[in-house]
């Protein structure tokens, strides 16, 4: 790893415990709930990044994904499935564990999918919607993918509101915990509160760190070709379709990761996930991280998307988060933390090992 991205892990962390010891010390702890819930809202946010920043592609419909990761895991593991226990195919997922039995809110047995399963068939359907979407849809550029991502949004949208098995308007509820290698244990509960703010931390802190590697990797470097110069890139013999694709596919596969982590730890999700508004809202923070910018993102989108769930602001949320955009991206287009970063570079240009190397974006 890198001795200066080494460093921004280590200040990111650093930064996030810092938060939870500074909470429970002022007693407002509850706080983490929501803390925690911006996290994963980051985690959409990094994934995009990655796809404007680097593939140079917009895409307004990364709700959709979100939505699509929550609900298939929130209608598997609430979805009773007994009406098949007696056949041949129940028997052998029963022994695989990936069907489990379980009370229901009236005491009786039911029959689910274990969340484990849950979430990689979440994972294997959002990535088949993304190359579904994407093969087409990324031929498009400019306003025209935009609009394009859009619309699938809002497909996404009208299905889950008009479809029964989705919840319609009200959503899914009563999703339940979900334990990891019987370890840690994602769950709303407030016993729990500070070990899932510490699940969400890990995890966002782990994708950034295979970001990290993939943007400063022979991939990175032909994602920044096409996101400057797509016909030279194509010139030089880079598959820009197949870049760009599997870059989107992996962006989308971690708004789906989101939507599961966030729906087990809140217990239920709602169509709102899904809205244009969240997508739109999910574009702006990207921008306002500086987009390629990882770290940025990460950090900015997870300072508003808390302010936001606290209500820090009440009615004039939305007013403020335009207000707190356009002075961002007015004062500082490459994201408020790129200033940090130059500074860090010039401190650890005098700190490095011998041999060490201090390239790369931070």
């Known amino acids: 790893m890198k001795f200066r991205r080494f460093i921004l892990f280590l200040l990111l962390l650093a930064a996030m415990a810092g938060a939870q010891l500074f909470l429970r010390a002022t007693g407002q702890e509850f706080c983490l709930t929501q803390l925690t819930m911006a996290v994963y809202y980051a985690l959409v946010v990094i994934g995009l990044g990655l796809v404007m920043g680097y593939a140079g592609q917009v895409s307004m419909g990364h709700g959709g994904f979100f939505a699509i990761g929550g609900y298939t895991t929130a209608v598997l593991t609430t979805r009773d499935f007994s009406a098949f226990k007696d056949t041949a195919w129940a028997g052998l997922l029963r022994t695989a564990h990936v069907f489990v039995a379980k009370e229901d809110l009236f005491g009786a047995q039911v029959t689910v999918v274990a969340p484990w399963a849950a979430f990689l068939a979440a994972m294997a359907l959002t990535a088949a919607v993304a190359v579904l979407i994407g093969w087409p849809a990324l031929r498009l550029k400019g306003h025209y993918l935009a609009m394009a991502t859009l619309g699938f949004g809002l497909i996404v949208y009208k299905i889950l509101l008009g479809s029964t098995i989705t919840g319609s308007s009200d959503g899914i509820t009563s999703v339940p915990e979900w334990s990891i290698f019987g370890v840690l244990t994602v769950s709303g509960k407030t016993s729990l509160r500070v070990q899932n703010y510490y699940i969400a931390c890990g995890l966002v802190l782990a994708v950034l760190l295979l970001l990290q590697n993939l943007v400063h990797s022979r991939v990175g470097r ?72 990882l770290w940025g993102v990460a950090v900015i989108s997870t300072l508003i998307n808390f302010l936001s769930l606290r209500d820090w602001f009440g009615s ?41 190397d201090t390239h790369g974006a931070a």
């Open 222 to 293: 032909a994602l920044l070709a096409i996101h400057d110069r797509e016909t030279a890139a194509n010139a030089m013999g880079i598959n820009t379709a197949s870049y760009k694709l599997r870059t989107f596919v992996l962006s989308a596969v971690l708004a789906a990761v989101a939507g599961v982590f966030l729906t087990h730890y809140t217990g239920g999700i709602g169509p709102s996930e899904a809205g244009a508004l969240k997508s739109v809202r999910y574009v702006a923070l990207a921008a306002a991280g500086g987009m390629a910018n």
């Open 316 to 356: 004039y949320d939305n007013a403020v988060f335009g207000a707190m955009l356009i002075l961002i991206i007015s004062i500082a287009p490459e994201g408020p933390l790129k200033p940090l970063g130059l500074a860090l570079r010039r401190v650890l240009g005098k700190l490095r090992p011998p041999g060490g």
